[in-house]
């Protein structure tokens, strides 16, 4: 038998070394992949809070007045705000069937046409199927969470340096999307429907349906930033506990 050579100390500092970093690179990208998911199920998130935030929906009400929504389509405002809040309610899942009438443009009628109950179907099935989704992507981001504690990895270095390079993807999108948004949002708004949705129930001709007087472009670019800046300060209150984990690892660790 030849005899077993043995390694030298420094050989094996290098490989402890070198497994020391691999194992670090895979805390990283777990750590990367749940903050990932986390910040895409806080994005879902926005579009709830600021669509459904206001049970009051105070929001709406001073976009119709700003768009001067009453006087297209002839109705009290008080008559609007009951219409959007069946409507809303429609849209979380809360009435079956998209039919409520009113008095508008002189007559009692109802509200809402063929056109608008086939859209909004599909709305609700998006919007419904988003947060869902939303509720997967949580608990996936949780799920490697865990799976780093049991790994673990340094929480207070591996959650501040996936949540830097989160931020930084998602900034550089939100930029993108911020400039695209603000040289043309008409063009955006249809590219998101085309997109989104298999058919051309979206497109609507104001002089022959409510829904769109009542919901005017200038609606959905408010309703946009709305969303922006609730996604904003979810991302800030993320940082803050993230900054959190890494103050208590580090006093527990000794370092202050």
């Known amino acids: 038998m030849r005899p077993v050579k043995k390694m030298s100390g420094q050989q094996e500092k290098q490989i402890a070394g070198q497994d020391g970093r691999q194992q670090r690179r895979i805390h990283l990208a777990v750590g990367v992949a749940a903050m990932f998911l986390l910040v895409l199920s806080l994005l879902l998130t926005s579009f709830q809070l600021a669509i459904y935030g206001d049970s009051r929906y105070r929001f709406y009400e001073k976009e119709y007045v700003k768009y001067k929504v009453t006087e297209s389509l002839g109705m009290e405002l008080s008559d609007v705000m009951v219409v959007t809040d069946y409507m809303m309610d429609y849209l979380i899942g809360r009435e079956e069937e998209l039919s409520i009438e009113t008095d508008v443009d002189g007559e009692r009628q109802d509200f809402f046409n063929e056109q608008d109950r086939l859209h909004m179907a599909d709305v609700k099935n998006l919007f419904l199927g988003g947060l869902k989704v939303r509720t997967a992507l949580f608990l996936a981001a949780f799920l490697f969470l865990a799976l780093l504690v049991r790994l ?11 949540y830097g390079i989160a931020m930084a993807v998602f ?12 040289i043309d949002f008409t063009r955006c708004f249809t590219i998101f429907h085309e997109m989104f949705f298999t058919n051309d129930l979206w497109m609507f001709d104001e002089s022959t349906d409510y829904m769109i007087r009542m919901l005017p472009e200038g609606f959905f670019s408010d309703m946009v930033v709305r969303i922006v800046l609730v996604f904003a300060g979810s991302l800030v209150l993320l940082g803050v506990l993230v900054w959190l984990v890494r103050k208590v690892v580090r006093k527990r660790a000794g370092k202050g």
């Open 152 to 162: 673990k990895a340094d929480m207070g270095k591996v959650l501040p340096a996936a």
């Open 171 to 182: 900034a550089a999108a939100l930029v993108f999307l911020g400039i695209a948004f603000t």
